[in-house]
């Protein structure tokens, strides 16, 4: 079965510095990997994803994130953090082939920004 | 289009009450999705449906019942309400096919409470 994990429940970065969230995936064949945001009180919107093109995948709001097969992982960054950053970041992932399964989400990171 | 629309935004039930949550999608989307978030937890998938007339359980099923008889619409039940069911519902949809990075679309959220 599919599976993510996130390290880190809570990152905390000033504005200005450099976001690091951290993504891995279990799948022995490469997935869809998609990551979402959620501000405050609202649902999930699509940050960016990966379906196979370029390794190295650009986002909305300056975020993007590389995806290393030999690490299994899809970290998302942000090369300088911004007040309205502040949110809770998901990792999802589906695999490939069949249309029937699901997308299963990491736990979330939720990031603070000081200013 | 509206996207993914959902009824009510809140709702505080009884224990033992039902209710019906309401999902709709004008995309034409064949794959639909419940999801209940908990603080710690991520979105947990309760349904999904690949199409009207069929629907399959997932992470979390039990205490749910779902029907798809159109495309657009997917409601949810709860059959009788549990302390334990106070979470923020999610409903999402999917573009599937071909070519299709099956990335999802979700709806802004229920809010139920349980007492």
């Known amino acids: 079965a599919q599976s993510v994990t996130q390290l880190g429940s809570h990152v905390s970065v000033s504005e200005g510095a450099l976001v690091l969230l951290r993504c891995n995936y279990s799948?022995?064949?490469?997935?869809?990997l998609f990551w979402y945001v959620q501000y405050p009180n609202q649902g999930l919107q699509l940050l960016l994803k990966?379906?196979?093109?370029?390794?190295l995948v650009k986002g909305i709001n300056g975020f993007e994130a590389e995806f290393k097969k030999s690490e299994t992982s899809f970290h998302l960054t942000k090369p300088s953090a911004h007040m309205s950053d502040a949110a809770e970041y998901f990792c999802?992932?589906?695999?490939?082939?069949?249309?029937?399964?699901?997308?299963?989400f990491g736990k979330g990171t939720r990031l603070s920004v000081i200013a | 289009n509206a996207g993914v629309t959902q009824t009510p935004k809140f709702q505080v039930l009884k224990t033992g009450q039902s209710m019906t949550l309401q999902c709709a999608q004008d995309?034409?989307?064949?794959?639909m999705s419940w999801y209940r978030q908990d603080p710690g937890m991520g979105l947990r998938l309760i349904h999904y449906?690949?199409?009207?007339?069929?629907?399959d359980q997932g992470e979390v099923p039990n205490g749910y019942n779902v029907s798809r008889s159109t495309t657009e619409d997917f409601p949810l039940r709860l059959l009788s309400a549990a302390p334990s069911q106070t979470s923020v519902y999610f409903c999402?949809?999917?573009?599937?096919?071909?070519?299709?990075?099956?990335?999802?679309?979700f709806g802004p959220g229920t809010r139920l409470t349980v007492t």
């Open positions: 999402a949809s999917t573009l599937r096919g071909p070519g299709a990075s099956y990335e999802q679309y």
């Open positions: 995309m034409n989307h064949e794959y």
């Open positions: 799948s022995s064949v490469p997935p869809y």
């Open positions: 999802a992932v589906r695999a490939r082939g069949s249309g029937n399964t699901p997308l299963v």
């Open positions: 449906s690949v199409g009207a007339g069929i629907t």
């Open positions: 990966y379906t196979s093109a370029a390794t």
